[in-house]
C-alpha cells in the first residue's frame, strides 16, 4: 500500500496530476450545474412576477397567420 | 398565402420549436450520460492506477498520460465543437449552434488548462524542466490564450447576435491552431515525443497502456458532451430570461 502511493519515488508528480483533473473536472461540473439551475430560478421568478401579463406579440407583429 | 405560411413556419421552427426539442432531448439523454461517463471513468481509473505497468522508461509516472492525453485530446476537441458550430452559425443563422460554440468554450479552456498543468508535471521528472518553449507547448499554450479570448469576447458584447458573429470570426481563424498543435511534433524537432495512439500504422503504444488510456479517453469525452449539454441547456433558460426581461420593460414603457 505504502509502496502504491510511494509510485516509485514520482508520488508528487503523479497524484498532483490526479488531484488536478479531480479538482478541475469537480469544479466544471459543479459550475455548469449551478449555472443552469440559476436561470431556470430566475426565469421562473420573471414568470410568476409577469403573472401572465407579458404579452404575447401580437399576430400582425409576429406576421403570423391566424 | 402559402408563402407566408411557410415563412412563419420557419420563424416558428428557429424561434421555439428547435430550442425546445432541444430541452425536451438533452433533458432525457443527461442521465445516461452522466451515469455512463461516471462508470468508464471508473473503469479508466482502476486500470490507470493499480492494473497497468509501469514504463520501462518513465517509471510510474506514465500514470500521468491517462489524465494527460485525454485532456490535451479534449482541448483539441473542445476547440473543433466550437469552430464547427461557430461555421454553422455563420452559414444558417441557426441559434443552437451559437449556444453551442459559446458552450464549449469553457470546458475546452479547462481541459487546455489541465493538459499543461498536467504536461508540465511530468515534463519536469521526465525532461528535468516545467516548460519548454517547442513547438507542442507553445501552440497548446496559445489555443488557450485563443479560448480566454474567445470567452471574453462573448462577455463583452452585449447584443449577444453581435457576440456571436465577433466571436464565431475569432474562432474560425483560431482554427488554423489545430492543425498545427496536431503536427507540430511532425513539422518541428520538438521535446514533446510524437503521436503513438492516432497514427497512420496504428498505435504503437502498450496494449496494457492503451486499454486504461482508450476509457479514460472514452469517458472523460462522454462526460464533455454531458457537461456541453447542462451548458447549453443553461444558455437556452438565460435567453428565456434576457427575453422575459425585455418584454417586462417594454411593458413598463408601455404603461
Request: hydrophobic share 55%.
Amino acid at each position: 500500500m505504502a509502496e502504491f502511493f510511494h509510485m516509485g519515488g514520482y508520488a508528487f508528480f503523479v497524484w498532483s496530476s490526479y488531484a488536478a483533473a479531480f479538482l478541475v473536472v469537480a469544479a466544471l461540473v459543479w459550475q455548469s450545474v449551478a449555472d443552469y439551475r440559476r436561470q431556470v430560478r430566475l426565469a421562473e421568478e420573471l414568470e410568476k412576477a409577469a403573472g401572465g401579463r407579458v404579452r404575447r406579440p401580437s399576430r400582425a407583429e409576429s406576421g403570423e397567420k391566424p | 398565402m402559402a408563402d407566408m405560411n411557410r415563412i412563419s413556419a420557419a420563424q416558428r421552427f428557429h424561434a421555439y420549436a428547435n430550442p425546445a426539442r432541444f430541452m425536451a432531448l438533452s433533458a432525457r439523454l443527461l442521465a445516461p450520460l452522466w451515469g455512463l461517463s461516471l462508470l468508464v471513468v471508473g473503469a479508466g481509473l482502476w486500470f490507470a492506477l493499480f492494473d497497468s505497468p509501469p514504463d520501462y522508461q518513465q517509471g510510474e509516472t506514465v500514470r500521468i498520460m491517462y489524465v494527460h492525453v485525454p485532456a490535451a485530446w479534449l482541448a483539441m476537441f473542445g476547440y473543433s465543437v466550437m469552430a464547427v458550430a461557430s461555421a454553422a452559425g455563420l452559414v444558417f443563422r441557426h441559434p443552437l449552434s451559437d449556444l453551442c460554440a459559446k458552450s464549449a468554450a469553457p470546458i475546452g479552456a479547462a481541459f487546455t488548462f489541465l493538459a499543461l498543468l498536467t504536461g508540465s508535471l511530468w515534463g519536469k521528472p521526465m525532461w528535468g524542466t516545467w516548460w519548454e518553449w517547442d513547438a507542442r507547448m507553445t501552440s497548446v499554450l496559445i489555443l488557450f490564450f485563443l479560448y480566454l479570448g474567445y470567452i471574453a469576447l462573448w462577455a463583452t458584447i452585449e447584443e449577444p447576435a453581435r457576440a456571436a458573429r465577433a466571436a464565431a470570426v475569432l474562432a474560425l481563424v483560431g482554427a488554423i491552431n489545430i492543425p498545427i498543435i496536431r503536427y507540430s511534433v511532425v513539422w518541428w524537432n520538438t521535446l514533446h515525443q510524437p503521436a503513438s495512439v492516432f497514427r497512420m500504422d496504428g498505435p504503437t503504444i502498450a496494449p496494457a497502456m492503451l486499454l486504461p488510456l482508450a476509457l479514460m479517453g472514452i469517458g472523460l469525452t462522454l462526460l464533455f458532451v454531458a457537461l456541453l449539454l447542462v451548458r447549453m441547456r443553461a444558455e437556452v433558460m438565460r435567453r428565456r430570461v434576457r427575453n422575459l426581461r425585455l418584454a417586462q420593460a417594454a411593458s413598463a414603457g408601455e404603461a
